[in-house]
Every structure is written in C-alpha cells, then in structure tokens.
C-alpha cells in the first residue's frame, strides 16, 4: 500500500509537468493552441488608448482648443484607432483572418470601458483642480451655455465615450468578422 507522501509526490510532479506543458505552449510564438485572453488585451489596448487620450487633452489644454467641438471629434478618432489596433492585434495573437462575433465585441467594449472610465477619471481630477479650464466649456455645444461642473464634464465624457465605443466596436466587427481582405484575395484569384 502506497503511502500518502509518495501519493502526494506523484500528483504534485504530476501538476508541475502539465504547468510547463502550458508554458511551454505559450512560448511558442506560432502556437494557435495557446489561451489568447480577450480580457487582458482589451486591458492593455484600453490603457493605451488612455494613454492617447491624455496626451491630446493636455495638447488641447496647451493651444487652447478647449473651446473646439472639432477638436473634441478627436476623441472619436484616437478611440477608433485604439479599437481597431486592439482587433488587429488580437488577430495576430490567434493567426486567424477573423474573430468570432462575441470575443471581438467583448474586446472593443472592454477597450471603451477601460479607456474611457480612466479618461473620465482624470479629466474629474483635472477639472477639479484647475476652475479656470471649465469657463471654456461654457459654450461647447453640449452644454448650451450652463453652468458646468467637473461632474457634468466628466459624465458627459463618458457617455459620449461609451457610445462611441460601442459604435465602433459594431461596425468594425463586420469588417473583421468577415474577414474582408481574404474575400478580396479569393476574388481577385479567382478573377485572374
């Protein structure tokens, strides 16, 4: 009769072999078996994007474009960049010419979510610490010439990020869902 100790033994090299199984899949840059995780690339595709977003608030705020709702339209592009750069990468991790329907509007919404929260965020913290900043927004459209807070600026932020995000993340799946560039090929052979 085995003893419990080599019983133990025998599991646990047991599980330390299926671990570097795993890793080992994972090293291998080619590997389409390996976990690919939605949720950690919209993490850090949101992040960038925040990134960006920061960084063209604080040049809106330098050259004073506050007043601008053109320069506003900005936010829009910068969002859509990082939704679209945040499929491509995903499409490259898995080696495939689409992503299936769901995974790829989980990735752009968890893209929008972190973004656009973090965004908000620091626009609250920036509004509330410089008042000054806030008298430009009084004649942005949105507003129409009320009085605005850092809570009202920040809210409107984040519906307008939101619902951008969601946008973009519907219409970019068709063209990733579908995988067009690879229709394209198929009928430009096909044709010659």
């Known amino acids: 009769m ?4 080599s019983i133990l033994q025998k599991t ?4 330390q072999n299926k671990m570097t199984e795993e890793q080992q899949d994972r ?18 595709a949101g992040l960038i994007t925040c990134g960006a977003l920061i960084m063209y608030f604080m040049i809106m ?20 960049t990082g939704i679209v750069l945040a ?42 610490q410089a008042d000054g900043a806030l008298v430009l927004l009084r004649d942005n459209i ?11 600026a920040a809210a409107a932020t984040m519906i307008e990020g939101i619902s951008s995000g969601v946008i973009i993340s519907f219409a970019m799946m068709q063209y990733f869902r579908a995988g067009i560039r690879v229709a ?5 052979l096909a044709g010659s």
């Open 27 to 44: 090293a291998v840059p080619a590997n389409t078996t390996a976990k690919i995780s939605v949720e950690k690339i919209g993490l850090k």
């Open 142 to 152: 949105l507003f129409m010439g009320e009085e605005v807070t850092p809570t009202r």
């Open 87 to 128: 499929y491509r990468y995903y499409r490259t991790k898995t080696n495939t010419t689409t992503i299936d329907y769901m995974p790829g509007l989980l990735l752009g919404g968890i893209t929008t979510a972190v973004s656009v929260f973090l965004f908000m965020i620091f626009e609250y913290i920036f509004f509330t």
């Open 2 to 5: 085995p003893s419990s100790r």
């Open 184 to 188: 394209f090929k198929r009928q430009a």
């Open 12 to 15: 646990n090299s047991t599980n």
């Open 61 to 80: 705020i330098s050259f004073d474009f506050m007043y601008s709702a053109i320069a506003w339209g900005m936010n829009f592009i910068i969002l859509l």
